[in-house]
C-alpha cells in the first residue's frame, strides 16, 4: 500500500474518531500542541536550518527563504495564535436553521465538520501548524502535503503535535504529513476521492492551477495574490503614498501584498514623481508602461507578463489610467479576484469601484494587508479563498464545516 492510501485510511479512520469530541476536549489538546511546539523549539530551529541552507544552496530568493524561516519568534506566536485559537467558540454542533412543519417535523441544520482535509501547500512551514490546529478546532482530520523546500521543518512540527496528541483524548492520526513530496505522490492525492472530502492548495498561481485544473477531489481554491491598488484623481496624497508603501513593502513575500498600481493620469501629473520615488528609495523595482518609463528612466517597460505577476517581491507594476471605469476593467481582466483597493475622496467613485470590482475583499482607503483571519477577527485562517463556492475571503473556523439536517419526528409519514 502507499504512503498516500495508508495515511488516507488512517485520516478517514481518525475523523470518525474525532466527531462527537468535546470543545474542551479539543481546546485540551490545542493547548497541549502550543505547549509541546515551545518545548521541541530547539530541534525544530534545527531541522528548518537544514531547509535554509538546502534553499541556499539551490539559489532561492530571499523572499523564498523568509517563507521557510522559522524563528524563536515564530514559534512563539505560532504557540499564542494556537491558544487564541482555543478562545473562539467551537462551531461544530450549531443550530443554523430551525424549520417546524404543520405536520410536528422538527428539522434543524446544524453544523458539521467537513471530515478529511487534503492540505497541499508550498514553502511556508507555519501553514503545517494552522492547518493541523484550525483542522482539528472544527472537528476534521487532515492530511499535510508541504513541498521538499520545507520538508525537515514540517516533520519537525509534525512530531511535536503527535506527542502532544499523545497525551490528549484525540487521536494521533488526525494529523498527517506525507513525507514523499513527488510529482506522482500529489497526483495520487489529487485522486484520493475514497478518503479525501475537500482539498485545499496554498502557495502560487502554478500550483493552484493544477490542483484545480487534475484533481478530482472537490477543491476549495485558495488564491494567488495579483492585487492592486487604483489612487484616484480626488486621493490625499500623503495617504496615497503611505498605503502604497505599505501595502508593497511591509511584507512583499505574502499574497496580500500589492503587485500592481494603478493611478489617475490627473493624480499622476501632480503627484506621480514623489511616489515613484518613495517606492524607489525602498528598493521596489518598477515596470510600468511608457508615461511610468518617462518620468522614471531606470524603471522598465511592463509586458503583458507583468501585468498579470505575483512577484511576491520588492518588485511592482505600474499603469497610469483615465479614469475609475479603465481601473476596474484592468482589475477585472488582471487580477487574481483576493484583494484589490481604492484611495479616493470621492465616494461616487468608491461605491463604484467597490460593486465592480470582483474580488474576495475589497478596500477603500486602506492597505490591502489586512486580507488575514487573525485580522478578520477569524483568530487564524486555513488561507483565503478566492472562489465564491463554500466560502469566499478569510477561511477561518466557519469555512471548515458543512452542515446537515437532522429531523425529529413522532411518527409522521408523507401522504
Not at 28 to 46: G, R, T
Not at 66 to 85: G, H, P, V
Not at 162 to 173: N, Q, Y
Not at 395 to 403: D, E, F, H, I, R
Request: aromatic letters at 6%; hydrophobic letters at 40%.
Amino acid at each position: 500500500m502507499s504512503e498516500i492510501m495508508e495515511k488516507g485510511r488512517a485520516a478517514k479512520a481518525a475523523s470518525f474518531q474525532l466527531i462527537g469530541m468535546s470543545s474542551e476536549a479539543k481546546d485540551l489538546a490545542l493547548k497541549s500542541i502550543a505547549s509541546q511546539l515551545i518545548e521541541d523549539q530547539e530541534i525544530i530551529l534545527h531541522e528548518n536550518s537544514k531547509d535554509l541552507e538546502a534553499g541556499k544552496a539551490k539559489g532561492f530568493t530571499s523572499s523564498v527563504l523568509d517563507r521557510i524561516l522559522l524563528t524563536e519568534k515564530r514559534i512563539k506566536d505560532m504557540a499564542s495564535a494556537i491558544n487564541l485559537l482555543t478562545e473562539l467558540p467551537d462551531p461544530i454542533g450549531e443550530t443554523l436553521e430551525t424549520i417546524e412543519k404543520e405536520n410536528g417535523l422538527l428539522i434543524k441544520k446544524t453544523r458539521v465538520p467537513l471530515g478529511v482535509i487534503g492540505m497541499i501547500y508550498e514553502a511556508r512551514p507555519n501553514v503545517t501548524v494552522d492547518a493541523a490546529t484550525l483542522s482539528l478546532k472544527t472537528g476534521n482530520a487532515v492530511i499535510l502535503r508541504g513541498s521538499s523546500s520545507a520538508l525537515y521543518s514540517n516533520k519537525a512540527l509534525v512530531t511535536s503535535i503527535h506527542k502532544a496528541l499523545s497525551k490528549t483524548e484525540l487521536p494521533v492520526d488526525a494529523v498527517q504529513l506525507i513525507e514523499d513530496t513527488s510529482r506522482e505522490t500529489a497526483k495520487e492525492l489529487f485522486h484520493l476521492k475514497e478518503y479525501l472530502d475537500v482539498l485545499i492548495p496554498r502557495g502560487g498561481k502554478n500550483l493552484i492551477d493544477t490542483v484545480v485544473r487534475e484533481s478530482t477531489v472537490p477543491v476549495l481554491e485558495t488564491g494567488a495574490g495579483n492585487c492592486h491598488i487604483y489612487i484616484d484623481e480626488s486621493a490625499e496624497p500623503t495617504m496615497a503614498e503611505r498605503i502604497v508603501v505599505n501595502g508593497k513593502t511591509q511584507r512583499p513575500s505574502v499574497c496580500n501584498a500589492i503587485e500592481s498600481l494603478l493611478i489617475h493620469e490627473n493624480w499622476f501629473n501632480k503627484h506621480g514623481a514623489e511616489l515613484l520615488t518613495s517606492l524607489v528609495n525602498k528598493d521596489v523595482e518598477i515596470f510600468g508602461d511608457h508615461a511610468i518609463c518617462k518620468v522614471l528612466p531606470e524603471a522598465k517597460l511592463a509586458s503583458e507578463e507583468d501585468w498579470g505577476s505575483e512577484y511576491l517581491a520588492l518588485a511592482i507594476s505600474i499603469k497610469v489610467v483615465k479614469d475609475t471605469a479603465e481601473a476596474v476593467e484592468h482589475i477585472n481582466q488582471y487580477g487574481t479576484k483576493h484583494s484589490e483597493a481604492i484611495i479616493t475622496n470621492d465616494q461616487r467613485n468608491a461605491a463604484r469601484f467597490l460593486q465592480n470590482v470582483d474580488a474576495a475583499a475589497v478596500y477603500h482607503n486602506a492597505s490591502t494587508r489586512f486580507t488575514d483571519g487573525f485580522e478578520f477577527g477569524y483568530g487564524a485562517e486555513i488561507g483565503i479563498s478566492t472562489q465564491k463556492l463554500h466560502a469566499r475571503g478569510p477561511m477561518g473556523l466557519q469555512a471548515m464545516t458543512s452542515s446537515k439536517y437532522l429531523v425529529y419526528g413522532t411518527g409522521q409519514i408523507r401522504e
